[in-house]
């Protein structure tokens, strides 16, 4: 008796975990390009750029409108033990309705890189890592 109870349990939860969308979430994505709908046009984590420099885009895209006029980027050099070193802060002027937005940004030195992604009141967005490489 208690198998085929815990056997309809089981069937029940993965029915009813059918039943639902999968959650969306913030998220910041690297790539060449953003196409007219907000979405990354080659998107990767890795980028080659020249010793001169290079850039690419950071694109931040949200299940709803930002609701705020302004949003920053923390950029942290990540070095070979994990460690952060604080590189430098972008700052963007944004609509309060948009539910994605994208920045170009110059990058002049190779390494591992976090990006934290805030809105105008400091509240964390998202975060994602990118490895800069010379060519």
Known sequence: ?????????????ILLAGNFKIAKSQTLYFCEDVDKDGYAVSQSSVFNISSKGGYLKFLTRLPYPISTSSVSYEIYLVDTEGNEKYES??????E????????EVTFYSAGRYNVYVYDG???????????????
């Open 89 to 94: 802060t972008i700052y963007q002027d944004v």
């Open 121 to 135: 009141d400091k509240n964390f967005l998202t975060s994602s890592q990118v490895r800069i490489q010379f060519n």
């Open 96 to 103: 309060s309705s948009w539910t994605w937005f994208w920045k």
């Open 1 to 13: 008796m208690k198998r085929i109870l815990f056997s309809i349990a089981v069937l029940s939860l």
